[in-house]
């Protein structure tokens, strides 16, 4: 299995930006699904999840200004982020704990996307 996220980039201060994380390989289902960021010298946080029946939970920092939402059929998985502000600067990493045909279940973790927001 591998995820691959992508929509990153530079943003100023109120500006919005969608990041995706597209899974490949023997995917049965996702049981559940997530972003996490790093800030230089901050521990890694959890920011949003979704869980398989659609359920959502969300970081205080964030709630009202991000969305996490999933496409099962695509094996997809979305943060859409608005309202961004200085502090939301890190290395957003998203997961999913994802089930084989042979039942095995596993986490997997993309690469990171560096999201920038300038004041």
């Known amino acids: 299995v591998q995820l691959v996220e992508s929509g990153g980039g530079k943003v100023q201060a109120g500006g919005s930006l969608r990041l995706s994380c597209a899974a490949s390989g023997r995917i049965v289902s996702i049981n559940d699904a997530g972003w996490y960021r790093q800030a230089p010298g901050k521990e890694r946080e959890l920011v949003a999840r979704?869980?398989?029946?659609?359920?959502?939970n969300y970081a205080d920092s964030v709630k009202g200004r991000f969305t996490i939402s999933g496409d099962n059929a695509e094996n997809m998985v979305y943060l859409q982020m608005n309202s961004l502000k200085p502090e939301d600067t890190a290395v957003y990493y998203c997961?999913?704990?994802?089930?084989?045909?042979?039942?095995?279940?596993?986490?997997?973790w993309g690469q990171g996307t560096q999201v920038t927001v300038s004041s």
């Open positions: 979704i869980s398989s029946s659609g359920s959502t």
């Open positions: 997961y999913e704990v994802i089930r084989n045909e042979v039942g095995y279940v596993a986490s997997y």
